[in-house]
């Protein structure tokens, strides 16, 4: 891990473990995410408590909601609630015009590692990054979240005020980060108070897509579930 970051309190195997199941949990729920719990309530089992705990309570609040109301309530949450957007760099750029430099960054990092996002989704999608980090590179997508900081953490703040069923996955991403110092609280205070930024402007060529389905089910189920990273190799 780069200096500019620090290194996380975590093995890169429980890492790995955590990011790419908060990024299946955070996805648009459909059947093949329920067909999952199971393998990810056992996943959690090789995380610390801090981790593995919040990641089963989002386990078991999706288990046990009905499939269309988890798809009403998810639309709801992230589509509608400033506070609770997954894009990140929305928290800190609003639909700005330094938005646009913000999701340049993402594709930039994205190609340091050899990979071309394609436009399925945006680059700052908290799902994206996530798969990112747990499957592509550790280093450059952890740099990612910590640049974001603030914002995961009012993102957290706000789900678990509602009492989310998707609180659990992002408190479990917050809890892979150090831990928040006077500066950063005082960005995350900052934040809740006034929100992102209201300046209306076009982001072309970024736009904000409908989210797809998850991806396909794992062949073997003995095995954690990759995310489907929406690019390839460059």
């Known amino acids: 891990m780069s200096r500019k970051h620090g290194r996380p309190s975590l093995p890169s195997e429980q890492l790995t473990i955590a990011w790419q199941s908060a990024s299946l949990l955070l996805g ?6 329920l067909a999952r719990l199971g393998l990810l ?16 309570a989002s386990v078991v609040r999706l288990g046990a909601t009905p499939l269309q109301e988890l798809q009403e309530e998810y639309v709801e949450t992230f589509d509608s609630r400033r506070r609770c957007n997954l894009y990140l760099t929305y928290f800190a750029h609003g639909d700005t015009r330094k938005r646009g430099i913000a999701l340049l960054r993402f594709k930039q990092t994205y190609l340091r590692s050899g990979f071309l996002l394609d ?8 799902c994206v990054v996530l798969e990112y980090a747990a499957t592509v590179d550790q280093d ?18 706000s789900l678990e005020e509602m009492d989310s069923p998707w609180a ?9 980060l150090p831990a928040l110092r ?27 897509p409908q989210l ?10 003995e095995e954690l579930p990759m995310p489907t990273f929406p690019g390839g190799r460059a």
């Open 182 to 208: 006077g500066g950063q609280w005082d960005a995350v205070r900052r934040l809740a108070a006034e929100g992102p930024p209201e300046e209306e402007v076009g982001l072309s060529p970024y736009g904000t």
């Open 28 to 33: 648009y729920p459909d059947d093949n995410l």
């Open 41 to 56: 309530g056992l996943a959690a089992g090789e995380l610390p408590v801090s981790v593995g705990d919040p990641v089963r």
């Open 168 to 176: 659990g996955a992002v408190a479990a991403v917050c809890a892979t």
């Open 119 to 126: 436009d399925s989704e945006l680059p700052d999608h908290l």
């Open 212 to 221: 797809g389905p998850g991806p396909a089910l794992p062949t073997r189920t």
């Open 140 to 157: 450059l997508g952890w740099g990612l979240m910590l640049d974001h900081r603030a914002g995961l953490e009012l993102l957290r703040m």
